[in-house]
């Protein structure tokens, strides 16, 4: 498929033109920040795992009725997904205690929540995304109320699915970030599940040994960033045993191949 006109370009991806209307490409990078883009690297081949992981994700909610923008992947590097309005709210859905929860409120990293929390984050990189509540959704209508009915509720059908998905693998679900957006019929919209799930957007802990499987070991400069993504894709097997890990970068990839 040809290069297309480049409509937005994120810390992680890059969004094309699609080839119909109302769709667009979605490119991954191999790009790595933290921090509010403070912290940047590269984590190789994590695009192309990324790609992977979030296309097996959606597919299998897709599967059990959770509407998303996610069409079909097109290569390694690149998904077909629905044209939405971004909702500017980051919804965090947390079953242990880590990272900003455990600085804000003391609570040591591993705890168990008694319950599921759901927090909201204003989507602004100069603001550093800050946290804020429902009632501030509401007095600057980010959101109706029929829609934040909507994105709680799938929010938490999200999470009961991933804890038995990442379960049954052995990694237990520490939290995750979501994203959503409206898809338009006339004058009626409804909300879908946005961007990404993957060890960018979760916090991944092998249930064993609590090692971390996501983009933490990049945050707090662990080293591993490429082993423990590949680990969770091979978990979910989407990478074979053994597999050379060279096929994940992709220009050695096509050069190997002669293209």
């Given at each position: 498929m040809p290069r297309r006109r480049q409509i937005y370009e994120g810390k992680a991806k890059i969004l094309y033109e699609g080839p119909e209307p109302g769709t667009l490409i979605q490119y991954f990078k191999d790009d790595a920040t933290a921090f509010n883009a403070q912290k940047r690297g590269t984590i190789s081949g994590k695009g192309v795992l990324n790609n992977r992981i979030s296309e097996h994700v959606f597919t299998l909610l897709g599967q059990i009725g959770v509407p998303t923008h996610f069409i079909r992947r097109l290569n390694m590097r690149e998904q077909l997904i629905r044209q939405v309005e971004i909702v500017p709210i980051e919804v965090v859905v947390r079953n242990v205690a880590a990272g900003t929860l455990s600085k804000r409120l003391g609570i040591e990293e591993?705890?168990?929540?008694?319950?599921?929390?759901?927090?909201?984050?204003?989507?602004?990189?100069?603001?550093?995304?800050?946290?804020?509540?429902?009632?501030?959704?509401?007095?600057?209508?980010?959101?109706?109320?029929?829609?934040?009915?909507?994105?709680?509720?799938?929010?938490?059908?999200?999470n009961d699915f991933m804890c038995g998905l990442f379960a049954g693998i052995g990694i237990r679900l520490v939290d995750f970030k979501l994203e959503f957006g409206r898809i338009w019929d006339n004058d009626f919209s409804r909300i879908i599940l946005a961007d990404e799930i993957s060890p960018d957007s979760c916090r991944l802990w092998d249930m064993k040994t609590n090692e971390k499987l996501d983009k933490d070991r990049f945050r707090r400069d662990l080293g591993g960033e490429a082993e423990a993504y590949q680990e969770v894709a091979r978990r979910l097997g989407l990478l074979p045993e053994g597999a050379d890990n060279e096929v994940l970068d992709l220009e050695t990839h096509r050069k190997k191949r002669g293209k």
């Open positions: 591993g705890t168990q929540l008694p319950r599921t929390l759901i927090e909201y984050c204003y989507k602004d990189d100069a603001l550093g995304d800050p946290l804020i509540a429902e009632e501030h959704i509401a007095c600057f209508n980010w959101a109706s109320q029929e829609e934040m009915h909507d994105i709680a509720d799938m929010a938490i059908r999200v």
